[in-house]
């Protein structure tokens, strides 16, 4: 979910700050692995925080890993924590050459366009905001996947995650890299969250002659949009065709 940062800028919410207090505590040893933490109002009052917020920022480190609830035990820290990092907010081609071969990134499309009615939903872009548009080919042996991003409006970025926006505009126009690994790259001290969407589908005429396939090939659409604290700064559309390298995928209730 997140990764440490500064607690005394004042744009972030207390629960954020209060997850990385404690997902620290574990990651330094203060609460080894295998261990259970203390009760919620031993907890809150060491903290010196309400309990609802503690309640919420544990729930959250369940979620991510840290943390397991036993019956008649508690809280305990989970034996191996996940690291600190991009747990769940990875470049697409990092996440498909896990276990085989790179895959590489090579720019089709680097422009400024009007938001569609993707992005107007995703991003609650404005009309006529101008949004950043990366289109990407990821490379193998062979076309793997096809991916469009979209950043949020600058003004939108310079308030939510200045070090994206800045990033965003150091990149040049056929650098080999996707706007996520872009965004991953200047988000340390920056608590991400993201959600993603998973349909079945066919590539379509244009899809399947950028993908050198035959449009009626079988594909997988995944949806994504990344969220700077409550404000969605990035969204994004990935096309894996049939026989794409597989792609872990975990559903939440």
């Known amino acids: 979910m997140a990764v440490s940062g500064s607690a005394s800028d004042p744009r972030r919410r207390p629960v954020v700050v209060l997850y990385e207090r404690i997902a620290d505590a574990i990651h330094d040893g203060t609460y080894p692995p295998g261990s259970t933490l203390p009760s919620e109002p031993r907890l809150a009052t060491e903290l010196g925080v309400s309990r609802p917020a503690l309640r919420e920022a544990l729930l959250l480190l369940q979620e991510d890993g840290l943390l397991t609830v036993r019956r008649g035990v508690g809280r305990t820290v989970n034996d191996q924590p996940p690291r600190r990092g991009f747990e769940q907010i990875q470049p697409l081609e990092e996440q498909l050459s896990a276990g085989g071969a790179p895959l590489r990134v090579r720019a089709l499309l680097r422009?400024?366009?009007?938001?569609?009615?993707?992005?107007?939903?995703?991003?609650h872009a404005p009309a006529r905001a101008e949004l950043r548009f990366w289109e990407s080919l990821l490379t193998g042996d062979g076309a793997a996947a096809?991916?469009?991003?979209?950043?949020?409006?600058d003004d939108v970025l310079e308030r939510a995650h200045p070090a994206f926006a800045g990033a965003l505009r150091t990149v040049g126009s056929a650098e080999r890299i996707s706007m996520l690994a872009v965004l991953a790259g200047a988000s340390r001290g920056v608590p991400l969250t993201a959600h993603s969407g998973v349909t079945a589908t066919s590539l379509g005429q244009r899809r399947g002659a950028q993908l050198d396939r035959p449009a009626d090939t079988p594909a997988v659409l995944?949806?994504?949009?990344?969220?700077?604290?409550?404000?969605?700064?990035?969204?994004?559309?990935?096309?894996?065709?049939?026989?794409?390298?597989?792609?872990?995928?975990?559903?939440?209730?």
């Open 111 to 123: 422009t400024v366009e009007e938001p569609t009615d993707f992005t107007t939903q995703h991003l």
């Open 146 to 153: 096809l991916s469009q991003e979209w950043a949020a409006a």
């Open 222 to 253: 995944i949806t994504q949009v990344v969220r700077a604290g409550d404000i969605p700064i990035m969204a994004a559309k990935h096309m894996l065709p049939t026989g794409a390298p597989a792609l872990s995928v975990v559903q939440s209730g």
